[in-house]
């Protein structure tokens, strides 16, 4: 493997690279680019803030596949790509979200291994959050010198991350991040960007995720939990079936909670939704069908599919958690004038 000669060199003016220097470069390097972006308002106070959805770990037996669909779909820029595993980012250039695209284990099926919450000032909050998982005796570790990984309350694995996170598969090679085994790890994975596909021109632009449905055992004790850990801020909560949940929102981003269907309450993912620019319902549905897929509507403001590991995902317009909160008492078949309205 070649090693680019000082790979962080080249990254003064790029906004995705100067996030990935400040990562490499310490909390001097971070004020000298303004510093974290201002958070919400709008989020409740917590041990910490979470600002966004830094990345979710997506496991899937295909990468390549699965980057091309996401790339092409949904118009997002793959930041970094060793050939086995890429970090895709879509949304604010300067604070993007992203999915991270690994191998899953050999006989696995694909699944959202982990999710990593952006912290406004993690470095400088980072004492006080590891004092606070102590006194709950939740047994965490360093992913980096920039995030902590545990399981949330209800066994979920979680990062704790700065907003300025770095690359896949980034926690071993840069416990020392500015050491020369972490940049030759990193440029490993920017070296090939040239050749990395590139959005068609005839998909959608993803800005954020709308939601990620977490299945849990206890949909209350959870949603206290983010509440106390993240400020993530309650826009609904059912008790009952049919769809009961918890919806926590925290910057651009909503977590819904509902119950697990899975033996003894085991935690995952159910699935994930992304916002996107400009979304006009029969336009989208039009779209959708053209490239063979068969969208069920999710309300006004979405529509789902599979994806090519069979995951479903939805393609959303801006709104639609709190339209379903608001308006569709927590699911689309109660929205005015049914699922599609």
């Known amino acids: 493997m070649t090693t680019v000669r000082d790979p962080f060199a080249q990254y003064s003016l790029d906004p995705q690279r100067r996030r990935l220097l400040a990562a490499l470069g310490g909390a001097g390097v971070t004020a000298a680019f303004g510093g974290c972006a201002t958070p919400s308002g709008n989020d409740s106070a917590g041990l910490a803030r979470a600002t ?24 997002m820029k ?95 090679p840069c416990m020392v991040i500015n050491s020369d085994k972490c940049r030759t790890a990193n440029a490993a994975g920017l070296k090939n960007l040239a050749s990395a596909p590139r959005p068609g021109g005839r998909g959608f632009t993803a800005t954020a995720f709308s939601h990620i ?7 209350v004790k959870t949603r206290d939990w983010y509440q106390q850990m993240f400020g993530m801020r309650p826009i609904y909560y059912k008790a009952d079936e049919p769809n009961a949940q918890a919806m926590l929102r925290f910057g651009n981003d909503t977590l819904y909670l509902r119950n697990s269907k899975r033996a003894g ?49 939805e393609i959303a ?11 569709c008492k927590g699911r689309a078949p109660d929205c005015p004038g049914g699922a599609r309205g």
Not at 110 to 130: E, L, M, P, Q
Not at 213 to 219: E, G, P, S
């Open 317 to 327: 317009g801006k709104g639609l958690p709190e339209y379903i909160a608001t308006q």
């Open 78 to 172: 793959v930041a970094w790509d060793n050939g086995k595993m890429c970090g895709l980012e879509f949304g604010d250039p300067a604070r993007p979200e992203g999915i991270y695209i690994v191998p899953a284990k050999a006989g696995e099926k694909a699944a959202v291994t982990h999710i990593g919450y952006s912290i406004d000032d993690f470095v400088g909050n980072k004492a006080r959050i590891a004092a606070e998982l102590t006194r709950q005796q939740l047994k965490f570790k360093a992913d980096t010198e920039w995030g902590w990984t545990l399981d949330d309350r209800a066994g979920y694995m979680i990062h704790f991350i700065s907003e300025t996170g770095i690359f896949p598969g980034a926690s071993e």
């Open 265 to 313: 309450g085991k935690p995952y993912v159910d699935h994930f939704a992304f916002e996107i620019e400009n979304y006009e319902q029969n336009r989208v549905e039009t779209e959708l069908k053209r490239r063979g897929y068969n969208p069920l509507p999710d309300s006004k403001l979405g529509w789902t599919i599979q994806d090519p590991e069979g995951m479903r995902i």
């Open 52 to 75: 966004a959805v830094n990345h979710l770990s997506y496991a899937v037996t295909d990468y390549a596949r699965t980057r091309d669909f996401y790339v092409d779909l949904l118009g």
């Open 213 to 219: 449905v977490l299945c849990v055992d206890d949909i």
